[in-house]
């Protein structure tokens, strides 16, 4: 696969302890050590960007492409692209990134009632330590968010009895190793340790008057593992195909249930009951490739397929019976039915200056959510992605932007959201046109040691 050039020379006489290629026992402490520094550094919210509610910004060489990525993935972001890119890199790096997201969506409904989420600006980051121990052997470590959420609806708009307020933060810490088998052929698996924090808001009719509303708040979180694995095969010199896979990981998220009611009706209904929910994040297989016979020119197609299926319904189970709907019950059901769905990209880069690149894509992401169970709390539908972004190399330091404008279709909502079977009567339904819009924004730096 040829070695990576990395914008600076090698200091004459470099010291050769450690490793082959010049870094001491004493710098690869160092190195590490800021590994720890930047990962605590990075605990920040999410929100939704992908289809469904993946999180799709890893890496902003990735994201310009519109995240065509899994065939070239020649730096740190590999670890989440595809890991077994790590074997093009040949001396320790550390890359850090923030992505910064802008979402507008607004509802229309049939009748008036137009309402429109608060302004509000999302953001997640990313930190990747790569360090190859030998030619063909690769260590790396990442920590990301993969999964994300976030609305923000008025208290007091027509649909505040399906949601209000939603957040979904999850973060993931994922050592990997790399192998590369043969000159041509590299392998590489990992573990995801996922954590994961939820927390939804809605209002409770009791009166219909938002000022006499009961408000119920769910908090919740849990830990789950799983696994990823990636291939880099390259027939011909300029020729790449890759293939990544994640896991699914399932989460038991363990919290309470937080009900707050006029001061009338308090003592009908517990103030706070525990609970529980299972939430299993998907699977995804993504395969690409990539070509950069035609130099100055990188070209890179990415199909992504994601096991959105395995989410079939959000069940509260909780320790105490609660009144809903006019029955006391010790569960709280809403059916999802999402179906599997796939993202097809393309990516282009182009070489300006020995130190310079800059890069352009698209993405067709196929919405999961089903007609039927189309809701406020993801109005999701099929999103086109248009991304551009440069990266400049100086010194040890690569820097780097991205920018996506996230367009989503259209899409009408005209189905009964239903709680235990029970469908919330009109105007609550808020039946009618979603539309939505992202900006978003990536920066991140790579120190070459």
């Given at each position: 696969?040829?070695?990576?050039?990395?914008?600076?020379?090698?200091?004459?006489?470099?010291?050769?302890?450690?490793?082959?290629?010049?870094?001491?026992?004493?710098?690869?402490r160092l190195f590490f050590l800021g590994a720890v520094v930047l990962a605590l550094t990075w605990l920040c919210p999410a929100v939704s960007q992908g289809a469904g509610f993946a999180l799709i910004q890893q890496g902003t060489a990735a994201m310009a492409q519109g995240n065509a990525f899994v065939a070239e993935a020649d730096d740190p972001s590999a670890i989440y692209y595809n890991p077994a890119g790590l074997n093009q890199i040949k001396r320790p790096e550390a890359y850090t990134a923030t992505?910064?997201?802008?979402?507008?969506?607004?509802?229309?409904?049939?009748?008036?009632g137009d309402s429109e989420t608060k302004p509000r600006m999302y953001h997640t980051g990313?930190?990747?330590?790569?360090?190859?121990?030998?030619?063909?052997?690769?260590?790396?470590?990442?920590?990301?968010?993969?999964?994300?959420?976030g609305s923000d609806w008025p208290g007091d708009w027509a649909g505040r009895y399906i949601t209000t307020f939603s957040q979904l933060k999850t973060y993931t810490l994922n050592p990997v190793i790399s192998l590369k088998l043969t000159d041509n052929l590299s392998v590489a698996g990992g573990i995801d340790f996922l954590y994961s924090d939820v927390q939804l808001r809605r209002k409770i009719p009791i009166i219909p008057r938002p000022l006499l509303d009961g408000k119920s708040d769910l908090e919740g979180s849990g830990?789950?593992?799983?696994?990823?694995?990636g291939v880099l095969y390259e027939p011909l010199q300029g020729l790449k195909f890759g293939l990544a896979y994640r896991s699914h990981i399932e989460v038991i998220h363990d919290g309470r249930l937080v009900l707050s009611f006029p001061s009338f009706l308090r003592g009908i209904q517990p103030r706070s009951v525990e609970g529980s929910a299972k939430l299993i994040f998907p699977p995804s297989i993504t395969f690409g490739v990539s070509v950069n016979r035609f130099k100055p020119f990188t070209f890179n197609f990415d199909a992504t397929w994601t096991g959105w299926s395995t989410y079939k319904s959000l069940d509260l189970k909780l320790d105490q019976y609660i009144l809903v709907n006019g029955r006391f019950v010790d569960s709280i059901a809403t059916e999802k039915n999402w179906r599997?769905?796939?993202?097809?990209?393309?990516?282009?880069?182009?070489?300006?200056k020995e130190n310079m690149k800059i890069r352009a894509g698209y993405t067709f992401d196929m919405t999961p959510v089903p007609a039927s169970t189309l809701e406020p709390q993801v109005p999701d539908s099929n999103r086109h992605i248009f991304a551009v972004g440069s990266e400049l190399k100086v010194w040890r330091l690569t820097l780097a932007f991205a920018y996506n404008f996230i367009m989503n279709e259209p899409r009408d909502k005209d189905n009964l959201f239903a709680i235990n079977g029970l469908p919330l009567a009109e105007p609550a339904q808020v039946n009618g046109a979603y539309r939505s819009h992202t900006h978003s924004l990536g920066l991140s730096t790579t120190f070459h040691f």
């Open positions: 696969m040829g070695e990576r050039k990395l914008g600076y020379k090698a200091e004459p006489g470099a010291r050769r302890r450690g490793w082959k290629g010049g870094v001491s026992l004493g710098e690869g992505f910064l997201n802008f979402p507008d969506r607004e509802y229309k409904g049939p009748g008036g990313a930190v990747y330590l790569v360090y190859p121990v030998h030619d063909r052997v690769a260590l790396g470590l990442g920590y990301f968010s993969p999964f994300g959420l830990t789950g593992i799983g696994a990823n694995f599997d769905a796939w993202a097809l990209r393309f990516g282009i880069g182009y070489q300006l």
